[in-house]
């Protein structure tokens, strides 16, 4: 299994040169020790900041790394969008009512099956992504319960090489929600 440090690199890997070129960067308290960087702006799960014209809600994430978030961000007009990515699923609520869902959509259970059956991915590593990290099935589920009534925009994201399948996982999401789908 990866450790917390090597495992956080994984999307963290710039903060020191942002730091050194002046950019405000927000994280978790575990985030910035496991980082060992200073002067960054502290954000919790829970917590709600205003950061510029924008208000960001701070919510906790179902990952191996401790002090892993996911954002909600609301803009002066009201609209709003969720960012979210290595977490095993997410409640709905925090969906509800956003104008863009970016979202993690890692892998299918199917392929991920497939690859361990061949050998291709190892069992370590089915463990830590049926723990860590959202499949499109969940995906699915999670938009399925989820207000949409004021989406235009659903933005997939964290895709794994080897588990997922993006035109599959972009068809599958846009018969659910009829607004364009991509994948960053």
């Avoid at 927000?26 to 954000?43: D, K, N």
Wanted: with cysteine; charged share 25%; hydrophobic share 40%.
């Amino acid at each position: 299994m990866l450790s917390f440090p090597i495992a956080i690199f994984d999307h963290a890997k710039a903060v020191k040169d942002l730091l050194k070129m002046g950019i405000d960067t927000w994280m978790s308290i575990e985030t910035a020790h496991a980082l060992s960087v200073e002067g960054t702006h502290r954000i919790e799960d829970g917590e709600r900041h205003h950061i510029g014209a924008w208000t960001v809600d701070a919510f906790a994430t179902v990952h191996d790394c401790p002090g892993s978030l996911g954002f909600v961000v609301t803009n002066q007009q009201g609209e709003r969008l969720l960012y979210a990515t290595d977490t095993q699923y997410l409640s709905p609520r925090w969906g509800d009512g956003c104008a863009i869902l970016a979202l993690e959509a890692n892998y299918s259970l199917d392929k991920l099956k497939e690859n361990v059956g061949t050998g291709d991915v190892d069992r370590s590593v089915k463990h830590r992504v049926l723990w860590n990290h959202q499949s499109i099935e969940t995906v699915l589920k999670f938009l399925e319960r989820t207000d949409r009534s004021r989406l235009v925009e659903v933005v997939l994201l964290h895709l794994s090489s080897a588990n997922s399948d993006e035109v599959a996982f972009k068809k599958a999401v846009a018969e659910i929600v009829g607004v364009p789908v991509r994948v960053a």
